[in-house]
T-cell receptor, first 113, second 112 residues
């Protein structure tokens, strides 16, 4: 069974540009999560989808971040315009049910110059 | 404030030298506590879930235990391949949220 996949693995952009990250969850997992780890800090929650609906987006830093999950399958996280403080590793995770373990993807390392 | 604290930040062991990692938490209503392993450049890899005080789970050289305020990850006779960052995360009852709150991790290095 394929795990959670993320694309790209690395992205280097300049301040003010736009970047879109993609996550493909484990097949059949209705719950999809985005997390972020900035340098030296713990992994922090960004938002949670149940199928195509946003269940909790309390961790989204500001309105420069837009997450979508059209059709309840893969998800995208767009940062527009990117700022220096957006640099970090963005992880996607998925789970079958609300109380089940969350399985993580390899992450996308975003560097904003 | 809901918080997860892991100690030590880093731990260096000789191969075969057993030890324990600590995860203490202050959350109102624990739904579950998760242990993950993370290798450099990779995402967290799920190890264990613990749901109630007194529960224990084992996998090879690892054993996780849970009390009302903390969890321990015991490593028995570690090998160099056990070197990684070990992350603790808690899942708690809090309205509609299903997020995990992570600690900063313990970086474990096992020397041959």
């Amino acid at each position: 069974e394929a795990g959670v996949t993320q694309f790209p693995s690395h992205s280097v952009i300049e301040k003010g540009q736009t970047v879109t990250l993609r996550c493909d969850p484990i097949s059949g997992h209705d719950n999809l999560y985005w997390y972020r780890r900035v340098m030296g800090k713990e992994i922090k929650f960004l938002l949670h989808f149940v199928k195509e609906s946003k269940q909790d987006e309390s961790g989204m830093p500001n309105n420069r971040f837009l997450a979508e999950r059209t059709g309840g399958t893969y998800s995208t996280l767009k940062v527009q315009p990117a700022e220096l403080e957006d640099s970090g590793v963005y992880f996607c995770a998925s789970s079958q049910g609300l109380n089940n373990e969350q399985f993580f993807g390899p992450g996308t390392r975003l560097t904003v110059l | 404030e809901d918080q997860v604290t892991q100690s030590p930040e880093a731990l260096r062991l000789q191969e075969g030298e057993s030890s324990s990692l600590n995860c203490s938490y202050t959350v109102s209503g624990l739904r579950g506590l998760f242990w993950y392993r993370q290798d450099p450049g990779k995402g967290p890899e799920f190890l264990f879930t613990l749901y109630s005080a007194g529960e224990e789970k084992e996998k090879e050289r690892l054993k996780a235990t849970l009390t009302k305020k903390e969890s321990f990850l015991h490593i028995t006779a570690p090998k160099p391949e056990d070197s990684a960052t070990y992350l603790c995360a808690v899942h708690f009852y809090g309205g509609a949220t299903n997020k995990l709150i992570f600690g900063t991790g313990t970086l474990l290095a096992v020397q041959p």
